[in-house]
């Protein structure tokens, strides 16, 4: 009964307020009870966009479909990868629903049950299935009874999986079509005024020849001031251009843990231990399974590509050594190392490989079918076409299998580089019976087939300790303070790392991979705090430090007024310049002594167009002031963004190489590419919050 008193004394606050909120349920809407336990459950939302909250409970529903459907088009892959890339599946859904698809439905389109037809089964059939290789043939193409069929097979599986697959192949059919019509519509508003027309045409047909001199800004006077009034104005003219995302700035101390000394001469020991056995193997690639922490690897290399191990064993390769050759235990680094020639070769590259298939019947033929087919290419080709089960409509030639290395080769084919070329030989794999042959093969190089027994060096336990010891004092001297953190590392000489702006969302931290953890700890602390030991990859002890915190919008004016300063400053110095500049070329005839009284020379430039989209390699505000330039008059000077400039327009030339029709086609690819842009458009008017970082 003491325990029972405890817990009600403890819980009597939360208990009242649950009275509380069953009392109100009988007095005031469903609804706004609904919103008000909303709200306290807030902390438990992933996101919001269009001013509606995503719940965690429901974007964890979305995530374990879309894991199904990973799964199952994709197969096992790398548990981290997998999880981000399912997150960002169902995200991108969220958005679908609550955002794109709701502009796309303003807007009165619809998807009718005929067009559903058309995209599956009729001529425009759409690209979630075309590229679906779920529902293409062995040729590329897409195959509608492959569709069919699993629709068919979904109504008799007991898992539900191929139905859940199929709703949701039909769900991406209906809003892929209504975004394809969405972009049509706007491309359709597209429209160009005749006016707009001839004025693109004057501008695109028109080039300049100019000749131009610039005074370059290699610094910015010291005497130039710039105002906080100045600052200010500049400030509020852009502040829509001055947005951050939310991010946290830190220090940190890391501490890789390394091998010691006593945990390299282990490892020497070892390899001290297995050399013998090394040396008189005969079976070395169970040895080497058993022993060494590289395995056996069968392939031929050249000496030269023994450098990727180690240069020393591809200087002892460059030596020429035997078959049976030993090169005797060495240190690298931490790493000790013994190498064995089990074998050489002379042999290419990459060989081009012909074949003929045969199966079942057809394959008690082999002998006979490679006595044609080694007379000739021709002939060949004409058995292969007759009788091989490779029917493969892609290839130049029937029977072409294409260019084989070791590394891209058919299982069972590895002595296709050994082949002379022009022979025909047999081979089996688990396909059946081969006549191969070798048309083509590059040239051939010197290759051995090594054995490599390697040890390295691993921190061991004690190693570990004396890591985290390290860390710990760190951690424990800090007190979860900062202050007391930067007085420890600088009484003790210890390296400090900044971080800025590291994102909530990150999966990096600072260059390191897979450091989910590490930046989930920084998006849960404010600035001032300081972590415990923090460890990465079983490799890494981090002590970190948050020192600030940028806040997602606007971008404070504190922040940025020194880079304004500077902007202001510079513009201020290229005003400076140009006043200055017209008293020293003040009665310059031409622009030869304009640039002498300079101190500059001059440069030429031919073929420059107003509107040309390439590079031009020429200042933008020189450029702007080409079409009001008087022919042959000297002109400026131009205040531009690296520095002062005077210039002549000495010839222009209008043509008729841009048509109507080159125009109209560029402002289709503008808009393809402004298309692509209206799902970020549609997402940052919605005012997205994604917090899943504080989740997965």
């Not at 093969?441 to 087939?449: F, G, N, R, S, V």
């Amino acid at each position: 009964m003491a325990v029972l008193e405890k817990i009600r004394v403890k819980l009597g606050v939360f208990i009242t307020v649950l009275i509380a909120v069953a009392l109100l349920s009988f007095i005031i809407d469903p609804s706004q009870l609904e919103s008000t336990l909303q709200m306290f459950s807030s902390k438990y939302d992933v996101g919001k966009m269009n001013g509606k909250s995503v719940s965690y409970r429901e974007f964890q529903k979305k995530t374990d479909f879309f894991n199904e459907i990973y799964q199952m088009t994709n197969g096992n892959a790398d548990a981290e990868n997998q999880t981000e890339i399912v997150s960002n599946m169902a995200w991108e859904d969220v958005i679908n629903n609550l955002v794109i698809m709701p502009a796309v439905e303003k807007a009165g389109l619809k998807i009718g049950s005929a067009e559903i037809t058309e995209l599956t089964q009729g001529s425009h059939i759409s690209p979630v299935l075309a590229q679906n290789p779920f529902f293409v043939d062995e040729n590329g193409n897409y195959d509608k009874t492959k569709l069919s069929q699993m629709i068919q097979a979904s109504s008799s599986d007991q898992s539900g999986k191929l139905g859940m697959y199929c709703s949701h192949i039909e769900k991406t059919i209906v809003q892929t079509g209504l975004l394809s019509k969405y972009y049509s519509l706007l491309q359709q508003s597209q429209i160009i005024t005749p006016l707009e027309l001839e004025r693109m045409l004057e501008e695109s047909n028109t080039t300049y020849n100019v000749d131009f001199t610039m005074i370059p800004m290699t610094a910015v006077d010291s005497s130039i001031v710039v105002s906080d009034s100045e600052i200010k104005d500049y400030y509020n003219a852009r502040k829509n251009m001055m947005k951050q995302p939310a991010s946290k700035d830190v220090e940190y101390v890391v501490w890789e843990v390394l091998p010691s000394a006593s945990d390299i001469e282990f490892a020497n020991s070892e390899m001290t231990k297995a050399y013998p056995e090394f040396v008189s193997a005969d079976n070395m690639k169970n040895f080497l399974a058993r022993n060494s922490d590289i395995t056996f690897n069968p392939a031929y290399f050249t000496a030269q590509q023994f450098t990727s191990l180690s240069a020393s064993i591809a200087d002892f390769f460059e030596s020429n050594p035997q078959v049976g050759a030993l090169m005797e235990p060495f240190q690298e680094g931490s790493d000790f190392y013994a190498v064995k020639v089990m074998d050489i070769k002379n042999m290419p590259d990459s060989v081009f490989v012909k074949h003929v298939l045969l199966q079942g019947d057809a394959a008690q033929k082999a002998d006979s079918l490679m006595t044609v087919a080694q007379k000739s290419n021709d002939d060949f080709v004409a058995v292969a076409a007759a009788w091989s089960a490779d029917k493969n409509p892609n290839v130049e030639e029937a029977g072409d299998l294409g260019w084989m290395t070791q590394q891209y080769m058919l299982p069972g084919f590895e002595e296709v580089l050994n082949l002379p070329v022009g022979k025909v030989a047999q081979m089996t794999t688990q396909y059946g019976t081969h006549l191969v042959k070798v048309t083509k093969a590059t040239e051939a190089h010197k290759k051995y087939q090594a054995a490599v027994l390697k040890k390295e060096a691993v921190a061991g336990k004690q190693t570990y300790a004396e890591y985290y010891s390290k860390a710990n004092d760190l951690a424990t001297a800090s007190n979860g303070k900062y202050e007391a953190f930067d007085k420890y590392v600088k009484e003790n000489n210890l390296t400090v790392y900044p971080a800025v702006n590291v994102l909530p969302a990150s999966r990096t931290f600072a260059n390191y991979e897979r450091a989910r953890e590490i930046v989930r700890w920084v998006n849960e602390n404010k600035p001032g705090s300081v972590s415990p030991i923090l460890s990465l990859d079983n490799k890494y002890y981090f002590v970190l430090a948050v020192t600030g915190a940028h806040e997602e919008g606007q971008v404070p004016m504190s922040q940025v007024a020194p880079q304004i300063r500077q902007t202001l400053a510079a513009e201020k110095q290229i005003a400076k310049m140009a006043e200055e500049s017209k008293a020293k070329v003040a009665g310059a005839q031409n622009l030869d002594e304009l640039a002498q009284a300079l101190g500059s020379s001059v440069v030429s430039r031919t073929g420059v167009a107003f509107s040309s989209t390439q590079p031009q390699q020429i200042d933008a505000r020189l450029l702007g002031a080409l079409a009001k330039a008087q022919k042959g008059v000297i002109a400026g000077p131009v205040e531009g963004e690296i520095g002062v400039m005077y210039f002549v327009v000495n010839d222009t030339e209008k043509g008729s190489f841009i048509t109507e029709n080159d125009l109209k086609l560029r402002k289709d690819q503008e808009f393809s590419y402004m298309a692509r842009m209206i799902p970020f458009i549609l997402s940052e008017q919605a005012n997205i919050v994604d917090t899943r970082y504080r989740f997965y």
